[in-house]
């Protein structure tokens, strides 16, 4: 009677564990993992990157986060808040960077605090610049008859109408400004590489690299493929043979449209034009 007890008592156990298994399975940790966190296209918002990372950071089953990253940059403030999440899950985590076809300008930005960056052969990426680009159609509007009038507080409050063109002064001032973002940017990956600041700054015109010239000037550690990354966070976190990979499901859809996702870096791109970016251009 006493084993049957035990035999029973040991049945109920194991289907409360599988139980619990299936109803908090996202919730137990099954043994260490690595999460892979993709940043894609144009960056003109940190929200969605920075609340991933903030889970992945509180779960302690992960003990690297790989950024995948396949972006031509974007608009300088989500890419330096990015960076500094980056930054803040560091000191918990090891950070490895796999990066695609591109990884440029802001891609490279928030690259530059990882670990280990690890990119292909043929990756474009470095570009460490800044640009601002405001357009001007004064001639069209003359063309077509139409005068703008403006009433303004402050002698530069229009400094980027895109209704007049700048004056030597104006241009002045931006140029102070894009120097002083530049400098922030060179700064980052002097900081992140561990690399001179003069020493970056010969790099930082603004030119693209392949993966395999970026490895060469010490922008990129290693050349490898997304595959090669994952297995370098196993190692880096002690993770014997092949690491779990967990990710965030994407969402498509109508969703993705309601929350801007696709239309905001459409509408970024054809009207954000005078906004600081840090972005590839052609």
């Known amino acids: 009677m006493k084993k049957v007890l035990i035999f029973f008592v040991l049945i109920f156990a194991v ?65 330096q808040e990015i960076y500094e999440e980056v930054l803040k899950i560091k000191e918990k985590k090891k950070v490895v960077v796999s990066m695609g076809t591109v990884a440029a300008s802001g891609g490279y930005y928030i690259s530059a605090p990882a670990d280990k960056i690890v990119a292909n052969a043929g990756t474009l990426t470095g570009s460490i610049g800044v640009i601002m680009e405001i357009p001007n159609i004064s001639g069209l509007m003359q063309k077509i008859g139409v005068e703008t009038q403006v009433i303004k507080s402050g002698e530069h409050k ?78 880096l976190t002690g993770i014997k043979g092949e690491p779990e990979v967990v990710q965030k499901k994407e969402e498509t859809g109508v969703l993705d449209l309601l929350k801007g996702k696709f239309a905001g870096k459409l509408m970024d791109n054809v009207f954000h034009g005078i906004s600081l970016k840090y972005l590839m251009t052609p």
């Open 158 to 235: 229009d400094i980027a109408s895109v209704f007049k063109s700048l004056k030597p002064e104006e241009k002045q001032i931006l140029q102070e400004v894009l120097d002083d973002v530049h400098s922030q940017f060179i700064q980052a990956v002097s900081e992140g590489r561990g690399m001179d600041f003069e020493e970056i700054k010969k790099l930082a015109d603004g030119r693209i690299f392949t993966g395999r010239m970026a490895k060469e000037a010490g922008l990129v550690d290693e050349l490898g493929n997304l595959q090669d990354a994952i297995m370098l966070a196993g190692r």
């Open 15 to 79: 289907i409360a564990a599988l139980s619990i298994m299936l109803t908090f399975g996202r919730k137990v940790s099954l043994g260490d993992k690595v999460a892979l966190v993709r940043v894609t296209g144009v960056i003109v918002d940190s929200t969605d990157i920075i609340e991933e990372l903030k889970e992945y950071a509180k779960d302690n089953s992960i003990k690297a986060v790989i950024l995948r990253i396949d972006s031509p940059g974007g608009a300088v403030a989500p890419s």
